[in-house]
């Protein structure tokens, strides 16, 4: 499993209503901070990326993400010097996968 959602339990008292409503939002925020990344690659704006990857990442690690945040830690780092842009279609495409995973194993917690 991709996902621990025991920090964010511990964070909001295990309020199933909160977790959802914190959950909602994470998901809706991934599928646009997507659009923006592949936006800032296209357009080789490596700061605003590590921007971008830093915003990422502390989201990711609250949601109890910690393979996303990591990525993003990575990529926040690399970016940020304009370092091996090679490798960032690599951070992408696994950001791109997590999101997918997440959804799946987030999205029944919310239908329950």
Avoid: C
Avoid at 26 to 46: A, G, I, K, P
């Amino acid at each position: 499993m991709l996902t621990d959602l025991k920090y964010l339990q511990q964070m909001t008292g295990n309020d199933n209503d909160m977790m959802k409503e914190m959950i909602e939002l994470f998901l809706t925020q991934l599928v646009e901070l997507r659009v923006e990344m592949d936006s800032l690659v296209e357009s080789q704006d490596w700061f605003e990326l590590s921007r971008l990857a830093h915003k990422i990442k502390s989201s990711a690690l609250v949601m109890g993400v910690g393979q996303m945040s990591e990525e993003m830690k990575e990529l926040e780092h690399l970016a940020k010097e304009g370092k091996d842009t090679e490798k960032y279609s690599g951070y992408i495409a696994r950001f791109n996968n997590m999101i997918e995973t997440t959804e799946m194993e987030l999205r029944p917690f919310l239908d329950s």
